[in-house]
């Protein structure tokens, strides 16, 4: 879907990029091969030109790090299938819901392989660096607002400024309100029994359990919680973008009539 998404030339926004598709230009190679387009002057063609071949260069060359400030982030969606080869699904759990609240553990999803890092054995910021820097593509539920910023306030620089596609916010656009084990129950993914009353709060417990205590099993229990919360974004997100990009489609087709 990137490469057909004209909302990332400066100046261009949905309205735009639909007045294009009706145009019959569909696709990036579609607006540089056409000699001229309605309503825009050869100077601006040309350089809108110029940014389209840059960033066609880009993608090709898998350097996604180029589309994250000129991409809107409720757009970031469309970089899904470029880039799924190298996403990173994300989830993180700490000992409160403030804004300097410390992360506990980390979950990180690539390639069907869940890890979790704990905090005193084996996260840190070079740790975190070094499993998050093949990363072209990041992948949470409300990671924007909350799993991000803390991550950047308790290890700086860790997390790539790669393109994010946050499937709170991409959940919401296809109607499925709610939190993360809300929207997994609406389209049918399952938990295992006993982690699937865990909510936020009660990992925070299981933390000061294992953090106080050395509790093994509340250890353990959020660890599991916590690849659970991992893993499903995958399938999440796939349903997600399917939805997002069947959506878009239509709007193409709307066009063409």
Not at 16 to 31: K, N, Q, V
């Amino acid at each position: 879907m990137i490469r057909r998404t004209f909302v990332i030339l400066p100046s261009i926004g949905n309205g735009t990029e639909r007045s294009l598709w009706r145009e019959g230009i569909r696709h990036w190679d579609d607006f540089i091969d056409t000699r001229s387009i309605k309503g825009m002057s050869q100077s601006r063609k040309g350089k809108l030109d110029e940014h389209l071949i840059e960033a066609r260069g880009m993608l090709d060359q898998g350097h996604s790090h180029f589309f994250t400030n000129i991409l809107v982030p409720c757009e970031q969606w469309r970089l899904f299938e470029e880039m799924e080869s190298d996403i990173t699904y994300l989830d993180i759990e700490t000992d409160g819901l403030r804004h300097d609240s410390k992360v506990t553990v980390v979950g990180i999803h690539r390639g069907g392989v869940t890890e979790t890092l704990v905090r005193g054995i084996d996260l840190d910021s070079d740790s975190l660096k070094k499993a998050l820097e093949r990363t072209k593509l990041l992948v949470t539920f409300n990671g924007r607002s909350f799993d991000v910023p803390l991550l950047d306030f308790n290890f700086p620089f860790a997390v790539p400024r790669v393109p994010h596609f946050d499937l709170r916010h991409g959940c919401a656009r296809i109607g499925l309100k709610g939190g993360l084990k809300k929207v997994e129950r609406d389209i049918g993914i399952g938990r295992p029994k006993e982690i699937d009353y865990v909510t936020g709060e009660e990992a925070a417990y299981l933390w000061k359990l294992w953090e106080r205590k050395g509790n093994q099993n509340a250890l353990n229990l959020l660890r599991k919680y916590n690849e659970e919360d991992t893993r499903n974004l995958e399938p999440l997100a796939r349903y997600t973008y399917q939805r997002l990009r069947s959506r878009l489609e239509g709007a193409m087709m709307e066009c063409q009539r």
